[in-house]
């Protein structure tokens, strides 16, 4: 025992790959003890929240967009839902389901990319999609016609796939006609099996034991599976407006990073967003189809490993499937596609589900239109606490391995809460850690 | 070009959206990835290859010091280098902050400006070293990116068209909304390769691909003026995604001087929009100074 006191062992990953944006891992134990544990972000911070100020609203889904390319209609709709509150603008409920639509598209990009692209290739042992695939072409190229699917929906009702171009505050630039989207119900339906396919294959990967005692977090509607609107509630009993979500939890800013660390105020603690809070909260509102699938495939929440994050994502894909097909079927242009308003000196702020959680966005805005404050709270930021939590209790398992090793096994567990680094450099209220 | 060129996909400061491009290609990943080594590309694969490579894509703009040398020693291990997107051959919309008190900024966004080290500009990679092609876009287009890859590989110089958003807008057959509804654009001095997008969804081109060759910018923004924006926002529409880029922020610079001078009520008759000139020239929707 002695002679091990005082020695230091420490495991780095330099460059995490297969996550979006960039960052690191730094781990270091005293004696075998976990001293530290890192999640370093450097991604060079771009300072939205800054020169947001002064700029007309109007231009605020556009450039909030630019923060992530992997979710942009997550930005642009926390940004105009937040504005909208802020202007007391009422959509029609034709907006409310094109916008929903557009989300659809979105969740499907994103889930594809990262279910089958980023993370599959960890459970099947391969460096990433590209190698994969000279293995096992027919998975990749499921992947790539599934995340397609997605692609093409943006294009056409957004314009493009990424930063789209036709979301408005008050509602669209142009509404689509019936018959430009019409023609996706059949390749959706298509999506929609290939989608249920590829779960039932997820379904039967090796898993990881590695059960966690979250507080998980998203916004519930009564009707719906989270997405545009709801109210924001934890499995410990948390339910409030989406606006209050400012007194309920706080940024704080750590020295090895650009990003912030959210923490719940009520608890202390760090809390988890995502796929695996929505189907949690949100069970009974999946679709049929997915919910069918999920007692098919066994899949019952609570879950709260998150190497199972895989899993949920795959069943929010045949949710965003069946949605989409949904309002593809009864669609109807809305009249007009967008909702006139007039300027107020006035706050507002919104949250909505991007695909990777809970995604806040608050505005303020002078009598002239222009925006006097922005705050943003992307859902990498608040996961970030829990991530490094759960690594702290991972890393008992993986101990024993050589060092390369215990990187790789932690890198895994990262990649599994589909960090996106890029959005993570932002600020929102600060508790300063003066400890 | 060697028969298999390796590939890197660098990232500086950026959204990731241009990168994702790439990965957007579904029908041509697989096909592509059996012609080029993918070296190094950290958002889609775990291996990595050191340099030196043959085809380098550059996302993102130069924001701090570090980012600074590591452009240096990537250029040195790249043979042939594009920058791929608005941040990457412009700067971003992060280089908003050029115009603005850095410090500032710093102090806006994080209660810890000491815990963040960052530069007071966002640079083009083409201020920092030398740049053997660029993509415009803010994101790129995917099919521009992959006809560039097809050049490349076939052994030949890459091309892309440096006329304006006005030429596609009207061979996609879009109605002019400058002309039919008095919407502000900046199609006439953009350049094309998004295929018109924006005019086509009843909203004005806001210029995201940077500006066009030659672009004849004080007639379009005596036009706009004289459709009824104040300078304020005319320089706010420059002052984009590729606000940074030459003739943009040039103009935009010219602009926010003559509002000085308005302020004062001096020279205000040097920048009264000459309306009938100005519509001649451009209004229909022909882009001055293109090839016709
Ligand atoms: S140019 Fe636009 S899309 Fe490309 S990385 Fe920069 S912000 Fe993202
Ligand atoms: S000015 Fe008219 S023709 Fe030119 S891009 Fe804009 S809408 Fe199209
Ligand atoms: S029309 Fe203009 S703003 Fe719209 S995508 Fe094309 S270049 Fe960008």
């Known amino acids: ?435 | 070009m060697p028969a298999k060129p390796r590939l890197a996909v660098v990232k500086f400061a950026s959204c990731d959206g241009c990168q994702l491009s790439l990965l957007s290609l579904e029908d041509e990943l697989l096909r592509l990835a059996g012609k080029i080594e993918v070296a190094y590309f950290l958002e889609a694969t775990s291996r990595i290859e050191p340099g030196p490579y043959d085809v380098v894509l550059v996302e993102g703009s130069i924001t701090t010091a570090d980012d600074a040398t590591r452009i240096q020693q990537l250029r040195r291990a790249a043979k042939y280098l594009i920058t791929i997107g608005a941040c990457a051959t412009a700067g971003g919309i992060q280089a908003l902050k050029n115009w603005a008190d850095s410090e500032e900024y710093l102090r806006a966004v994080y209660a810890r400006p000491d815990y963040i080290r960052t530069l007071a500009t966002s640079t083009a990679i083409a201020d920092h070293v030398a740049v053997d092609f660029e993509l415009r876009g803010c994101p790129i287009n995917k099919h521009q990116l992959l006809e560039v890859l097809r050049s490349l590989l076939a052994g030949c110089q890459p091309r892309t068209p440096t006329y304006s958003v006005c030429v596609e807008c009207k061979r996609r057959g879009s109605v002019c909304v400058m002309v039919a509804h008095g919407t502000p654009c900046l199609g006439p001095v953009t350049q094309a390769g998004c295929g018109a997008i924006c005019p086509a969804y009843d909203r004005g081109c806001y210029g995201c691909f940077g500006p066009s060759d030659q672009p004849n910018l004080v007639p379009l923004t005596d036009h706009l003026r004289s459709i009824g924006m104040t300078p304020e926002q005319v320089v706010n529409s420059l002052r984009g995604f590729s606000g940074y880029a030459g003739e943009f922020r040039r103009e935009s610079e010219r602009l926010v001087e003559s509002i000085g001078t308005i302020a004062t009520g001096v020279g205000a008759a040097a920048v009264e929009p000459d309306v009938a000139d100005s519509s001649g020239e451009w209004g229909d929707g022909q882009p001055g100074g293109d090839p016709k």
Not at chain 1, 269 to 283: C, D, H, S, T, W
Not at chain 1, 349 to 367: K, N, V
């Open chain 1, 1 to 435: 025992m002695s002679e091990h006191q005082g020695q230091t062992r420490s495991i780095r990953v330099e460059a995490m790959t297969r996550v979006e944006g960039e960052g690191g891992l730094d781990i270091r134990l005293l004696d075998g003890r976990i001293e530290q544990v890192n999640l370093n972000i450097f991604e060079p911070p771009r300072f939205f929240e800054a020169f947001l100020r002064g700029r007309p609203l109007e231009d605020v889904p556009d450039i909030t967009a630019r923060i992530c390319g992997i979710c942009p209609v997550a930005y642009q709709m926390s940004s105009v839902h937040a504005l909208e509150a802020a202007l007391g603008v009422e959509i029609s409920p034709e907006i409310r389901r094109l916008r929903r639509l557009l989300y659809c598209g979105e969740w499907i990009e994103s889930h594809a990319l990262h279910v089958h692209m980023l993370n599959l290739p960890d459970f099947l042992g391969f460096d990433g999609a590209l190698e994969m695939a000279q293995a096992h072409p027919e998975r990749v190229e499921r992947g790539l016609q599934i995340r397609k699917l997605g692609n093409q929906l943006l294009d056409r009702l957004g314009g493009r796939a990424i930063h789209p171009i036709n979301v408005a505050v008050g509602g669209f630039y142009r509404a689509p006609t019936r018959g430009e989207l019409s023609e996706f119900v059949k390749p959706f339906e298509a999506g929609l099996r290939l989608a249920e396919e590829a779960t039932r294959e997820i379904a039967t990967l090796d898993f990881p034991v590695f059960d966690q005692a979250y507080d998980l977090v998203a916004l519930v509607h009564p009707d719906e599976y989270p997405m545009n609107e709801g109210r924001i509630e934890s499995c410990d009993g948390l339910s409030i407006a989406a606006d209050e979500f400012p007194n309920h939890f706080v940024e704080q800013q750590v020295p090895h990073s650009t990003a912030m660390q959210a923490i719940r105020l009520e608890t202390g603690k760090p809390y988890l967003l995502g796929p695996l809070a929505r189907i949690q909260l949100a069970f009974e509102r999946l679709a049929p189809e997915a919910r069918r699938l999920a007692d098919e495939v066994r899949f019952q929440p609570p879950c709260r490993n998150p190497f199972y994050g895989i899993l949920a994502r795959s069943l929010e894909l045949v949710h965003a499937f069946a949605e989409a097909i949904d309002i593809l079927k009864t669609y109807t242009p809305p009249r007009p596609p967008r909702i006139a308003y007039a300027y107020r000196e006035a706050v507002g702020g919104a949250a909505t589900e991007a695909p990777r959680g809970l995604l806040y966005h608050g505005y303020g805005i002078a009598a002239d239109g222009k925006v006097t404050h922005a705050n943003i709270v992307p859902p990498t930021s608040q996961n970030q606490g829990q991530i490094e939590a759960d690594l702290r209790d991972y890393l008992p398992q993986v101990l024993s391995l050589p060092d390369r090793e215990v990187a790789d096994a932690c890198e895994k567990l990262v990649r599994c809460y589909d960090p996106c680094i890029s959005c993570s450099t932002h600020f929102l209220r600060v508790r300063i850690d003066r400890g």
